[in-house]
């Protein structure tokens, strides 16, 4: 069993910059291949971003170079750095480890002036 725990969402301006983290119980953490995924009102969840046990990323294409994804496997924590926000990246993000059922509650984000 995982729990994952999100934290770092709220309000922002358009421009502005967040950080979000989730971090995951038990030992095995550095070998999930961990996620970011949003759910914007009245939308399907979508993938933001992934990154393996080994580092290698991948991003929506949205979101490609304005947010960053990255883990420490000494704190069982994944991050999702997120600059230049949009309104359109207003949505719960939850924390996924792929291929598993493993997911977070998730964090509100708001970006609006």
């Known amino acids: 069993q995982v729990q994952l725990v999100e934290s770092g969402g709220g309000l922002v301006q358009p421009g502005g910059s967040l950080r979000l983290s989730c971090a995951a119980s038990?030992?095995?953490?550095?070998?999930?291949?961990m996620a970011w995924h949003r759910q914007a009102p009245e939308k399907q969840r979508e993938l933001v971003a992934s990154?393996?046990?080994?580092?290698?990323?991948n991003y929506n294409s949205a979101v490609k170079g304005r947010f960053t994804i990255s883990r420490d496997n000494v704190k069982n924590t994944v991050y999702l750095q997120m600059n230049s926000l949009k309104p359109e990246d207003t949505g719960v993000y939850y924390c996924?480890?792929?291929?598993?059922?493993?997911w977070g509650k998730g964090t509100l984000v708001t970006v609006s002036s």
């Open positions: 996924h480890v792929e291929l598993t059922g493993y």
């Open positions: 038990g030992s095995n953490f550095r070998l999930y291949a």
């Open positions: 990154i393996t046990s080994g580092g290698t990323t």
